[in-house]
């Protein structure tokens, strides 16, 4: 399953979203949760929190977490935060 993120991801937009994707996993039970970044434009650490959240629920479910299409600067935040060590980014 892939969860397309747009726009900014801060303390607003992360509650809704969250919300959004623990439905979706809900209803599909995937092995494989992918969050898309490529049309995020800004994120807070609501967004680091967002990804640690899912990363939470895959495990309870046995699956896994992947971050792609990150843009530089998301992807930098990541890696600071060391979300690598947790989750795949591609």
Same mark, same amino acid.
């Given at each position: 399953?892939? @969860? @397309?993120?747009?726009?900014?991801?801060?303390?607003?937009?992360? @509650?809704?979203?969250?919300?959004? !994707?623990?439905?979706? !996993?809900?209803? *599909?039970? $995937? %092995?494989?949760?992918?969050?898309?970044?490529?049309?995020?434009?800004?994120?807070? *650490? *609501?967004?680091?929190?967002?990804?640690?959240? %899912?990363?939470?629920?895959?495990?309870?479910?046995?699956?896994?977490?992947?971050?792609?299409?990150? $843009?530089?600067?998301?992807?930098?935040?990541?890696?600071? @935060?060391?979300?690598? %060590?947790?989750?795949?980014?591609?």
């Amino acid at each position: 399953m892939t @969860a @397309a993120l747009t726009g900014e991801i801060d303390h607003h937009s992360a @509650a809704w979203l969250r919300t959004d !994707i623990e439905t979706a !996993i809900n209803d *599909s039970r $995937p %092995r494989l949760l992918r969050l898309d970044f490529e049309k995020v434009g800004f994120m807070d *650490s *609501s967004g680091v929190g967002l990804v640690m959240g %899912r990363l939470n629920t895959m495990r309870r479910l046995r699956g896994e977490l992947e971050l792609v299409n990150l $843009p530089d600067y998301i992807r930098r935040v990541m890696l600071m @935060a060391k979300i690598d %060590r947790y989750v795949k980014i591609k």
